[in-house]
C-alpha cells in the first residue's frame, strides 16, 4: 500500500472520528475504563501513561476515576527535542500546568518526574484505526513507533494497548503495516453509539 493509501486511510478515520456528537464521545469516554480493566492481565498497575484526546480521540480521562485506576501514577507523552522524534512520559496530575506542542496537542508544561518507558505497567496509544491483529495507523509522524523500538532491548515491557472507538478496529490486513510498525498487544474500543 503506498504512502498516499495510508494518507487516504486517516483521513477517512479522522473524518468519521471528527463526525461522532458529543454525546456519543462522551458515553464512549465513560465506557472505555470499565473496557479497559476488563481487558488487562489481572495483576498490580502503578503507572499509567495515555494521551490526552485530540481530533476527535477517544477521550481517555475518565477511565482514571474507575476503580482500578484511582491509586496509578499517569504520565502523559511530551516531545523532548533532546530525543529526537521520540516521546518521553512525565507525571500529571489534572492541576498541572499544560502548554500545546509544535502541533497544537497539550503537554505537561513543566518538567515533572518522568518514569523511563520499560518501567511503565501500561501505556494507552492513541490510534486512527487498528487490526485485530494488533496493528496501529497512528497520525503518521512516527513518534510512538519510534519510541517503542526502544523497548526491543528490554526484558521488562509495558502492556500496550491501542484505544478508540468500535468503528476503528478493522479486520486484519486492511491496515497497512510498515517495517517499523509496532504491534500492540490488546486493542480496546468503547463503542461510539
Known sequence: ??????????RQFRQQRRAL??????????????A?????????IRHVALYLANDGELDLLPA??????????????????????????????PHHAMRANGYGID????????RALWALDVIV??????DEAGFRLGMGGGYYDRTLAD??????RPVLVAAGYDFQKVKEGVIPVAPWDHRVDLTVTAGSG
Open 151 to 156: 523497548l526491543t532491548r528490554r526484558p521488562r
Open 1 to 10: 500500500m503506498s504512502a498516499a493509501d495510508r494518507r487516504q486511510l486517516r
Open 36 to 44: 479497559l480493566d476488563s481487558a488487562l492481565p489481572h495483576r498490580p
Open 64 to 93: 482514571l476515576r474507575h476503580q482500578r485506576f484511582r491509586a496509578t501514577s499517569t504520565y502523559l507523552p511530551f516531545l523532548d527535542p533532546i530525543y529526537r522524534g521520540r516521546l518521553r512520559f512525565r507525571l500529571w496530575q
Open 21 to 34: 456528537s458529543h454525546g456519543q464521545r462522551r458515553r464512549a469516554a465513560a465506557r472505555f475504563g470499565r
Open 125 to 130: 496509544l492513541p490510534a486512527v484505526a487498528f
Open 107 to 114: 503537554e505537561p508544561a513543566i518538567p515533572r518526574r518522568g
